[in-house]
């Protein structure tokens, strides 16, 4: 995972969350007004956001739960005051800074720590619960299936991520984003076939003491994503 097309992905993910969108993304992710587009995409991630949390444990105390691609922080919060201690990291560093600045005075009764980074570095230890909320969705389907494989090595309990189920209204939105400069687009969402990807997890040489449990499509207007659980055996 540390060359070719992940690293060149994980670099324009970078560069697009932490210039090019800060300030969008900001306000997406507040209480702030937007758009009636917009709009549809925050109430989506707040209804995935809900699903996530509650395929873990509500008591987390003494759990080590790592958000990988935490974003502003809304669900890293919410872990906390479970109980567990998060490790939140995400590759934009401005992003982290506006978590750090939105964090609660009484936010937690586990621990929180903000990382700027890769979700993948070994360097940040193993958890009993990874989540993934929309992190992988700007990936290949073989790029995000490798990431998957290396974060349930560290994991003992439960993985939750998303991906972008394939539809004909993504792949339109897909060819629409090519119309726009270069410099203007975001990072594409590569639509995924679910069966395809379910049988990859299935047969990935990492994954075989990995079951697939729960799985979860939310669709809210421009917003649609669908949540999986992979749980070790």
């Not at 890769?118 to 290949?140: A, K, N, R, T």
Request: hydrophobic share 40%.
């Amino acid at each position: 995972m540390s060359t070719s097309p992940y690293t060149e992905r994980r670099s324009e993910i970078e560069t697009y969350f932490d210039r090019t969108a800060v300030q969008a993304w900001a306000r997406l992710t507040s209480d702030a007004p937007v758009g009636r587009i917009r709009a549809t995409v925050r109430a989506g991630r707040e209804r995935m956001r809900g699903t996530l949390l509650s395929w873990l444990p509500e008591d987390l105390r003494g759990r080590r739960l790592l958000d990988a691609g935490c974003g502003t922080g809304a669900l890293t919060v919410e872990a906390a005051r479970r109980g567990a201690e998060v490790v939140a990291i995400d590759l934009s560093p401005t992003l982290i800074d506006l978590a750090r600045q939105r964090l609660p005075a009484c936010a937690a009764a586990g621990r929180i720590e903000f990382r700027a980074g890769d979700m993948l570095d070994p360097g940040l230890g193993e958890f009993d619960f990874v989540v993934g909320m929309d992190s992988l969705i700007h990936y290949e389907t073989g790029d995000a299936v490798e990431a998957i494989a290396g974060l349930a090595a560290r994991t003992r309990g439960s993985l939750l991520f998303t991906f972008a189920p394939s539809s004909p209204a993504l792949q339109v939105f897909k060819a629409v984003g090519k119309l726009f400069p270069r410099g203007n687009r975001s990072p594409a969402i590569v639509p995924v076939a679910e069966r395809q990807l379910e049988r990859r997890l299935d047969t990935h040489p990492r994954l075989l003491h990995w079951e697939r449990r729960r799985s979860q499509r939310i669709a809210s207007g421009f917003y649609t994503s669908q949540a999986m659980e992979l749980v070790r055996s």
